[in-house]
């Protein structure tokens, strides 16, 4: 079975510097998704960044990037300059990549606060 | 806005009974899968359904269960309700297809149910 662990309850942060998420995860598969979801206040959860294991490139999406390391079984979040807005739960998710295409597994989530 | 909506936000159900809870996907989704998120957890895959067939479920008992409709509309339906059903129920669409190709998989904002 897969399972994602996320180390760290809760990060803290300044307003306009950098924090990196840490995951990692364990799988048998050689091609999944990896995924970073932020679930603010509200609850919805958002799709921060994706990762589709094969590409070795890390993907990065405005302030969002990842560290994809396949063969160690991780995959941080970095946040570059910090917003107040990004203050939200974030969990690293995995997905097969076939049939179950929906079908996420979650870690238990970084509690991320930015400090003004 | 992800275009997927549930219903009712919140419920507070007695032990015992039974409860319905709905979902509304993105236009074009074939794909919806729902999640139980007890407080200050990660999300939990409880099952998916595509054409209106399930198609993969989680370790939930048979008391968890679900339907899709034509219109790709879903329910999730709990019986005998015990405390520990306590949580944030999310619905979550995806295209099948879309997935393989890289699409979003888009949530709602989730239905609180309380038991007590």
């Known amino acids: 079975a897969q399972t994602v662990t996320q180390s760290q309850p809760e990060m803290s942060v300044q307003e306009a510097e950098t924090v990196t998420l840490s995951c990692t995860y364990d799988t048998s598969e050689s091609d999944y998704y990896l995924f970073w979801y932020k679930q603010p206040p509200s609850r919805q959860m958002i799709l921060v960044i994706r990762?589709?294991?094969?590409?070795?490139q890390n993907a990065t999406e405005n302030r969002f990037s990842v560290n994809f390391q396949k063969a160690a079984k991780s995959f941080s979040l970095k946040i570059s300059d910090s917003q107040l807005g990004d203050a939200a739960m974030y969990f690293c998710a995995y997905s097969k990549k076939e049939t179950s295409g929906s079908r996420l597994t979650f870690g238990e989530g970084t509690q991320l606060t930015v400090n003004p | 806005e992800t275009g997927v909506t549930q219903s009712p936000t919140h419920l507070i159900k007695t032990r015992g009974q039974q409860v319905t809870l709905r979902c509304s996907s993105q236009s074009g989704h074939n794909t919806v899968s729902w999640y139980q998120q007890a407080l200050g957890q990660g999300p939990q895959f409880i099952f998916q359904?595509?054409?209106?067939?399930?198609?993969g479920r989680g370790n939930f008992p048979p008391r968890f269960s679900g339907l899709q409709f034509p219109n790709y509309s879903s329910e999730l339906n709990v019986n005998a309700l015990e405390l520990d059903d306590s949580a944030l129920y999310l619905c979550?669409?995806?295209?099948?297809?879309?997935?393989?190709?890289?699409?979003?998989?888009?949530f709602g904002e989730g239905s609180w149910l309380t038991v007590v």
């Open positions: 990762q589709e294991a094969y590409k070795q």
């Open positions: 979550a669409s995806s295209s099948r297809q879309g997935f393989y190709s890289g699409n979003t998989i888009y």
């Open positions: 359904y595509y054409r209106e067939e399930e198609n």
